[in-house]
């Protein structure tokens, strides 16, 4: 699996275009808004689109959802169902958030813990991660150790849980039970700023270190 970041919206939130280099067959991760950046990047890479992979409904994730899907006739993954309020209140969200209203959209498929995603002859591995929103799922790639964690985990710091349903005990038990189990050597992709790894944040994150936890 390979992948290029595109940062997008005035929240530089990252997207994800991420593809099977055998088949080139690809899906854009949180597309929250420019899609014709986005568009602009994929076909500089020269692969094919073919789904939209959603990790949780905040605005800046999601709000370029309905368009590219329109535009490019693309199916819709994700996130966990306990994020569908979010999804159905995106124009409170566009004006709380600073953004243009957007269309409203229904994914083709609410994703589950367990459950895989398919990108190509490539296959993401799905984790019900809450605490920053219930719904929020992170897509981890096994073969290439990388983890698509959305806003659970940041360089250095962890997601909000000040939103509504945020629970700030269960992102840290979402992170310290299902991320680290997959490996410290495993680099992650986070929904806002520089990427890292999970054995560099469980040494130095002030939120989730193993020295905060005995």
């Known amino acids: 699996m390979k992948f290029k970041i595109v940062p997008v919206t005035h929240y530089q939130q990252n997207c ?11 899906a854009v ?3 929250g808004g420019d899609v014709d950046t986005i568009l602009a990047e994929v076909e500089k890479l020269g692969v094919e689109l073919s789904k939209i992979i959603l990790t949780h409904g905040h605005m800046d994730h999601i709000g370029g959802t309905a368009e590219l899907s329109k535009r ?12 569908s309020f979010w999804l159905y ?22 994703l589950n813990h367990g459950d895989s995603v398919q990108v190509g002859n490539q296959q993401l591995d799905v984790l019900h991660c809450p605490g920053h929103t219930p719904g ?6 096994s073969k290439s150790k990388t983890a698509f964690v959305g806003d659970v985990l940041f360089s250095g710091s962890i997601g ?4 509504p349903k945020g629970d700030y005990n269960q992102l840290v038990d979402s ?12 680099q992650f992709v986070p929904g806002h700023g520089p990427m890292s790894n999970f ?9 989730v270190a193993d020295s905060r936890f005995g």
């Open 175 to 186: 992170i310290r039970t299902r991320l680290w189990p997959l490996g410290d050597d495993v």
């Open 72 to 83: 490019k006739g693309l199916t819709i993954e994700g996130p966990h169902k306990e994020d």
């Open 199 to 207: 054995g560099h944040e469980r040494k130095t994150n002030p939120f």
């Open 29 to 31: 991760v949180d597309p």
């Open 160 to 163: 909000r849980t000040d939103f």
């Open 89 to 110: 209140a995106l124009d409170q969200q566009a004006q709380m958030m600073g953004f243009q209203p957007v269309e409203s959209f229904e994914p083709s498929r609410w």
């Open 16 to 26: 994800s275009i991420i593809w099977c280099e055998e088949t080139l067959q690809a």
């Open 136 to 141: 929020h799922v992170v897509l981890f790639d």
